[in-house]
């Protein structure tokens, strides 16, 4: 007996329904982003190693997917090379390519290449799978979509304000109530000087980054680990359990970071961007959060992350602001910030609060039952009618015994199904049957069509 074909683990099939549910989500974050100017653009699933190493930090760079190379790839290597077991040294050789970690760093080694073509500030969104060589766990995969939206070539933090209304529209169409985080690095960078560690604030934001996901006390052993100093840990703590409204976090900060001149700027930044933002009658809450670090090393500015309210996940939306991501790619001075949505986690949300209107997973409305070869060709015609004037419908292929083609009408939840015989034809109409009270008639394809529009 063969064996059962399997996946590989963190990676999911998705059903005729769930892509009528995903496509609904990619539907709608597309829809907004146009409504606010963006363009799409699509770059290839592997981009060379040169490209993906090194910007997402070391913790980063050992999730990236690497792409063995075709042909002798032992070539040119050495027995001593390979008898030393080196997997990041061999790994180097074996490897030129690796699948994208995100859109983002893609995205600026396409600015970089194509910055003649382009007309800044550039608006662009990206739709499209990334890989981690992650640990699979709830809401957590090896593959998954991410839904972009990034502005480079402006440093007004105007775009960060339409960037939250973005989050914020999107959230609203989708009715999942949530959470908008907001910090900024140079707060972080002002909060590590003032501390005395100003050298560790990588370690630092990478550890307080999970601050949800582990805890204090185990947040503070690994700053312990780091080599941060107990006076620096003690310090740290009143600052990153800051509670109250935002304009009170922001009167603190300005006292606690008055010797930091880049803590200072991150706090005026924030103080702008959540005052717009006020102004413009938010419908979804935006908080201060200081324990928000996003652990990715590009971000320079303001960063965000969103929480659903209704469900234990994790950020189903992130991003910030990256001053010098493409000067790593030889284009400097080009300042740029962006979100990305989590379409696979958005998908667990929804499915899990059931909040997905019945119009985007029904896909055919209109089943025509198979009675012979003159009911089907008569059929057709009405086939037709129905699909000009913009229903989703079809004719079940086989003439087939009435259980089975209604079996099939219910397994695939279409709401009516038109029954047209010897009687139905020689008036020139057909019994339309409503699958969900059993209520049939006697209609016209034009009375039918009206009739299934009218109830959308």
């Known amino acids: 007996m063969a064996q059962?074909?399997?996946?590989?683990?963190?990676?999911?099939?998705?059903?005729?329904?769930?892509?009528?549910?995903?496509?609904?989500?990619?539907?709608?974050?597309?829809?907004?982003?146009?409504?606010?100017?963006?363009?799409?653009?699509?770059?290839?699933?592997?981009?060379?190693?040169?490209?993906?190493?090194?910007?997402?930090?070391?913790?980063?760079?050992?999730?990236?997917?690497?792409?063995?190379?075709?042909?002798?790839?032992f070539s040119g290597l050495?027995?001593?090379?390979?008898?030393?077991?080196?997997?990041?040294?061999?790994?180097?050789?074996?490897?030129?390519?690796?699948?994208?970690?995100?859109?983002?760093?893609?995205?600026?080694?396409?600015?970089v290449m194509h910055r003649d073509e382009l007309t800044f500030p550039f608006k662009r969104y990206q739709i499209q799978p990334v890989w981690r060589a992650d640990r699979p766990q709830k809401g957590r995969y090896r593959e998954f979509y991410q839904c972009d939206a990034d502005v480079v070539g402006s440093d007004s933090l105007l775009n960060e304000v339409e960037l939250m209304q973005i989050v914020d529209t999107v959230f609203s169409r989708f009715g999942i109530r949530v959470c908008i985080k907001i910090n900024n690095r140079k707060i972080l960078s002002g909060i590590a000087e003032i501390i005395g560690e100003a050298d560790k604030i990588v370690d630092i934001t990478v550890a307080i980054d999970k601050l949800d996901k582990?805890?204090?006390?185990?947040?503070?052993?690994?700053?312990?680990?780091?080599?941060?100093?107990?006076?620096?840990?003690?310090?740290?703590?009143?600052?990153?359990?800051?509670?109250?409204?935002?304009?009170?976090?922001?009167?603190?900060?300005?006292?606690?970071?008055?010797?930091?001149?880049?803590?200072?700027?991150?706090?005026?930044?924030?103080?702008?961007?959540?005052?717009?933002?006020?102004?413009?009658?938010?419908?979804?809450?935006?908080?201060?959060?200081?324990?928000?670090?996003?652990?990715?090393?590009?971000?320079?500015?303001a960063i965000f992350e969103v929480k659903a309210l209704d469900v234990q996940i994790g950020s189903i939306t992130g991003g910030g602001r990256y001053d010098n991501l493409t000067g790593v790619f030889g284009l400097g001075g080009v300042s740029g910030v962006g979100i990305s949505f989590g379409a696979d986690r958005i998908f667990d949300v929804l499915n899990q609060l059931d909040l997905y209107p019945r119009e985007a997973v029904n896909s055919t409305q209109l089943l025509f039952i198979n009675f012979g070869e003159r009911e089907a060709a008569y059929a057709m015609q009405a086939l037709k009618q129905a699909r000009e004037a913009g229903l989703r419908a079809e004719l079940f292929p086989d003439s087939s015994k009435m259980k089975k083609q209604m079996s099939y009408a219910n397994a695939k939840k279409i709401p009516f199904v038109a029954l047209a015989g010897e009687n139905e034809i020689a008036e020139g109409k057909l019994t339309l049957k409503n699958m969900e009270s059993g209520e049939q008639a006697l209609v016209t394809i034009q009375e039918a069509i009206e009739r299934i529009l009218s109830l959308g």
């Open 4 to 73: 059962k074909p399997s996946i590989p683990k963190g990676t999911r099939d998705f059903s005729p329904e769930e892509m009528a549910k995903r496509n609904y989500i990619f539907n709608t974050i597309r829809d907004v982003y146009h409504f606010y100017g963006f363009q799409q653009i699509e770059t290839p699933a592997m981009e060379t190693l040169s490209t993906l190493m090194g910007k997402y930090g070391e913790e980063g760079d050992k999730l990236l997917f690497k792409i063995q190379n075709s042909g002798d790839y």
């Open 78 to 111: 050495t027995d001593e090379e390979l008898l030393s077991r080196n997997a990041a040294k061999l790994a180097s050789k074996f490897c030129e390519k690796g699948l994208r970690y995100d859109l983002t760093v893609p995205f600026a080694r396409y600015v």
């Open 214 to 301: 582990i805890g204090l006390d185990n947040v503070n052993a690994e700053l312990r680990e780091k080599g941060i100093s107990e006076g620096a840990i003690g310090k740290l703590q009143p600052i990153i359990l800051l509670s109250g409204s935002n304009e009170e976090k922001l009167a603190t900060l300005k006292e606690v970071l008055a010797g930091s001149e880049t803590g200072l700027k991150g706090v005026a930044e924030s103080e702008f961007i959540l005052s717009t933002l006020q102004g413009l009658q938010m419908k979804n809450d935006i908080e201060l959060d200081l324990t928000l670090a996003r652990g990715l090393n590009y971000y320079t500015g």
